[in-house]
């Protein structure tokens, strides 16, 4: 009877330490300053201008696949026709 007691008052007292400790307040992070702002905005910018480069490489590579796999030549620049007319 003892023990059993014992084992629910202990676990009752773990299950209130959970509980107090996941509804704790955490303290603010510190202010950055303008130097910390500035080199995040840097990292990314630089970060979106090689997403975009590497975007338009796969692309480029996924239509050049396509028009191999579909038998469509390379697009070459055609040279101005010559109709006759003015």
Not at 23 to 38: G, V
Not at 45 to 73: P, W
Request: charged residues 30%; hydrophobic residues 45%; proline residues 6%.
């Amino acid at each position: 009877m003892k023990k059993s007691a014992l084992t629910a008052a202990l676990a009752a007292g773990l299950l209130i330490g959970a509980v107090t400790a996941s509804q704790a307040k955490l303290p603010p992070a510190p202010a950055k300053s303008d130097a910390e702002k500035a080199a995040e905005a840097t990292k990314a910018a630089a970060a979106k201008a090689k997403d975009s480069e590497d975007l338009g490489k796969a692309q480029d590579r996924a239509a050049a696949n396509y028009r191999k796999n579909q038998g469509i030549a390379d697009p070459k620049a055609a040279p101005a026709s010559k109709s006759g007319k003015k």
